[in-house]
């Protein structure tokens, strides 16, 4: 068959040849396993019993999923908020002619991206900590210890509180992607409008904005996919607690595929969790669209 075929486009498919295979073995063949046993009761061993869609009917009933469900949608809301919103004023600042060495800017606030969600936990635990926790000290310094708290067990307080590492971590991740779509924007166009009158407010709503539209519906996308598979620093800071307070989709099916033994039902919500995500990305994206479709008309 490749023989038929040019040689400059056998050079090309050969190529792609390794890392299709790769995402396949990886990303694929896993995903259509978790699919085939979410019909299964099984319980990890060689024992597997075809129980058809009970699964899915136990996991439409599920609270607690859907508890978790509604954690990653605050989470996704509160990152495209903090992550995105953050990194594009912070953008328009370093972007501004008075901000010198802009490369040292950018270098250290993209420095938290390089951490590891699991040290990032454990650094924002000792934060939180009740005892020896720097925002308790801080509290007592300034002389109001009242408002100390067991940050973490405050179940009204907990998702906001582990929202906030999440967006410090990636803030400086998507300032990177942005000034690169910024950087391809004309000076021209900016000058213009510095003539014109337009204040540095102005430009960024009503210029650079509309320009960078296309790499900020991918930021979006990037946001909603990452926070919609959350896990790891939730994990080390309250493993899902206190209760169910700050329970999200992985942990829960996590829970239910490892600590339950019940790998057939945690195969369920993994699938539930990828079909999810993929109606998340796609509702958003569909109202990004209609959105700036109707400013544009």
């Known amino acids: 068959m490749l023989t038929s075929i040019k040689p400059k486009t056998r050079t090309i498919l050969l190529y792609l040849l390794v890392p299709v295979a790769m995402f396949v073995f990886t990303v694929f063949v896993p995903l259509v396993t978790a699919l085939v046993y979410s019909f299964f009761e099984w319980k990890g061993g060689p024992r597997k019993t075809f129980i058809g869609i009970d699964n899915y009917i136990q996991l439409f009933h599920d609270n607690t999923f859907w508890v978790s469900f509604g954690h990653n949608i605050y989470l996704v809301i509160a990152c495209i908020i903090g992550q995105i919103g953050i990194a594009f004023i912070l953008v328009m600042m370093v972007n501004s002619k008075l901000v010198k060495f802009k490369g040292m800017h950018r270098t ?83 000058e213009s409008a510095e003539i014109d009158g337009a204040n540095g407010v102005q430009q960024a709503l009503h210029i650079t904005l509309p320009l960078i539209k296309n790499t900020m519906l991918v930021c979006t996308t990037l946001c909603i996919a990452g926070n919609m598979k959350a896990f790891d ?22 829970q239910v595929s490892f600590q339950q033994t019940n790998m057939g039902y945690g195969s369920c919500i993994s699938v539930a969790i990828f079909v999810l995500s993929l109606l998340v990305i796609g509702g958003s994206q569909g109202l990004i669209k209609y959105l700036t479709r109707e400013k544009e008309a």
């Open 108 to 190: 250290f606030g993209f420095f938290p991206s390089t951490i590891s969600a699991v040290c990032l936990g454990l650094i924002w635990n000792m934060i939180y900590h009740n005892n020896y926790g720097i925002l308790n000290w801080f509290l007592k310094k300034i002389g109001h210890p009242e408002l100390c708290k067991v940050w973490l067990n405050e179940t009204g307080l907990v998702m906001l509180l582990v929202s906030i590492p999440l967006i410090w971590q990636y803030i400086g991740y998507y300032m990177v992607i942005i000034l690169s779509a910024i950087s391809a924007i004309s000076t021209d166009i900016f």
């Open 233 to 254: 620093n939730i994990y080390v800071m309250t493993k899902g607690g206190p209760g169910t307070a700050s329970m999200v989709m992985a942990m829960y099916g996590y």
